[in-house]
């Protein structure tokens, strides 16, 4: 399984990926969650929420299966 943690980036012509700030901020939130033992099922949840602030922390598959919570 993959974790789609950033959109399509731009390219230059040399073919490197050109990353805005938010990218980066998500890549190094998933390396983080990684290094913290998070599974990939987990990331993808937390991202998901993190997708959509106005939803209740409480719908979060990741908040549901552990014991801290949010």
């Known amino acids: 399984m993959r974790i ?13 990926r050109i990353y ?6 998500r890549l190094a939130f998933t390396r983080q969650l990684r290094g913290l033992g998070f599974s990939i099922e987990e990331i993808c949840s937390l991202l998901a929420s993190a997708d ?19």
């Open 20 to 25: 805005g700030t938010s990218d980066v901020r």
């Open 52 to 70: 959509a602030p106005d939803q209740d922390c409480a719908s979060s598959r990741h908040c549901r299966s552990t014991p801290a919570g949010c």
């Open 4 to 16: 789609s943690a950033c959109c399509r980036t731009m390219r230059t012509a040399s073919g490197r």
